[in-house]
């Protein structure tokens, strides 16, 4: 399974913008999750999702600003970004498993996407 994340770019504190992940294939019994690295830094868990319910996880850090969904019949997840920050910005990365939930830990997924670069200006 390949996924392309992409709908990163350069937008101003307090913007908005929407990422997409699409998937080559159906993953059975989906698990796709956000993740961002700035520079410098570890990766970091930004938001998940389970398909089949819609069961959803967000970071501490994006909680109430970040809303993660996603398209059954295009295959794709997306990442809804509201009031962004500088400090929310990183290369993101949307990775998926087959089975169990929206874990926070990036070990666990097994297909990983190349990343989309967002940058919030202050």
């Known amino acids: 399974v390949q996924l392309q994340a992409s709908g990163g770019g350069l937008v101003q504190a307090g913007g908005s913008l929407r990422l997409s992940c699409a998937a080559s294939?159906?993953?059975?019994?989906?698990?796709t999750g956000w993740f961002r690295q700035a520079p410098g830094e570890e990766r970091e868990f930004v938001a998940g999702i389970r398909w089949n319910d819609g069961d959803t996880v967000y970071g501490d850090s994006v909680k109430g600003r970040f809303t993660v969904s996603r398209d059954h019949a295009k295959n794709t997840m997306y990442l809804q970004m509201n009031s962004l920050k500088p400090d929310d910005t990183a290369v993101y990365y949307c990775?998926?498993?087959?089975?169990?939930?929206?874990?926070?830990?990036?070990?666990?997924?097994?297909?990983w996407g190349q990343g989309t670069l967002v940058t919030v200006s202050s």
């Open positions: 990775a998926a498993r087959s089975g169990g939930i929206a874990y926070t830990r990036e070990y666990l997924y097994y297909f």
């Open positions: 294939a159906r993953v059975p019994d989906s698990v």
